[in-house]
């Protein structure tokens, strides 16, 4: 079992970025590392709704989806010290970005959409991307958010060619920067 990593880090963090960026394989790993908790806020609107979130989004629609997932995302937050995974489309509200931004050490995990598409390409549970062109969707999805990540992330890794235990080390180490608070 491996020790949990010294940090000065403050949490809740929060992972953002687009569907298939790592925000959940990333977010255990860190939350083990970190001796925290693990959240997936995906997992606890399903919890909440009874369904899937591709049937929510069938069923009521993606405002209320929305909804939901910004009352959930503000319990997490508030609850405290975790690791917490967000939907990809958890920063299109306002109030859910500040709230990121103010109240989480957020990091956004920017992966390039030729990289996504690699590997969401036969993924058939995410809603948004259930679209005849869906790799054009992802593109889409990509410049739309980008700035939108950037303006709630306390720090941005870029993926692009890190392994998976590199990508959790450079957010670790990121997290450990103590200049990142002043």
Not at 49 to 72: K, M, N, Q, T, Y
Not at 144 to 164: C, H, N, W
């Amino acid at each position: 079992m491996r020790e949990p990593a010294l940090t000065t880090q403050r949490l809740p963090v929060s992972l953002i970025g687009l569907p298939g960026s790592g925000k959940s394989t990333v977010g255990k790993e860190l939350a083990l590392r970190l001796g925290a908790l693990f959240v997936d806020c995906d997992k606890v609107i399903e919890q909440r709704a009874g369904c899937s979130i591709a049937r929510l989004f069938e069923h009521d629609g993606e405002p209320a989806f929305r909804e939901l997932e910004a009352e959930v995302l503000a319990s997490l937050v508030n609850d405290g010290s975790a690791v917490i995974a967000t939907g990809g489309g958890a920063i299109l509200r306002p109030d859910s970005r500040e709230l990121l931004r103010t109240a989480t050490t957020c990091v956004y995990l920017n992966a390039s959409p030729d990289l996504l598409w690699s590997r969401l390409r036969r993924d058939r549970k995410r809603p948004l991307l259930q679209v005849e062109d869906a790799e054009t969707r992802l593109r889409e999805l990509s410049a739309q958010r980008d700035p939108l990540y950037r303006e709630a992330a306390t720090i941005v890794i870029d993926t692009q060619g890190l392994s998976f235990n590199g990508l959790v080390e450079a957010v670790l180490e990121r997290l450990n920067t103590p200049a990142m608070y002043s």
